[in-house]
């Protein structure tokens, strides 16, 4: 089990620093580019920077609540 643990780590990191290779490349340097270079027809417009990260921080936040909120019911049902 420790070698799947191990990779199932690996493909998480990986998948990680590629996100955000990505999005610091979006964010940070393409903004310096021309407009004309061929660079911008992989990356969605500016204004998507903003809304992809509020929209997944929005379900997050809502995901957890709903979690705990589900434990808190289990947890008071097996009490009583």
Known sequence: ME?????VGLLLSVISLSIFTY???????????????????YFLPQ?????IPVYAGVALICFLSIFIGYVMLKSKKKKA
């Open 3 to 7: 070698l799947a643990d191990r990779a």
């Open 23 to 41: 999005y610091t490349f979006w964010i940070i340097i393409l903004p310096f580019v021309d407009s004309d270079h061929f660079v911008h027809k």
């Open 47 to 51: 204004e998507y920077a903003i809304f």
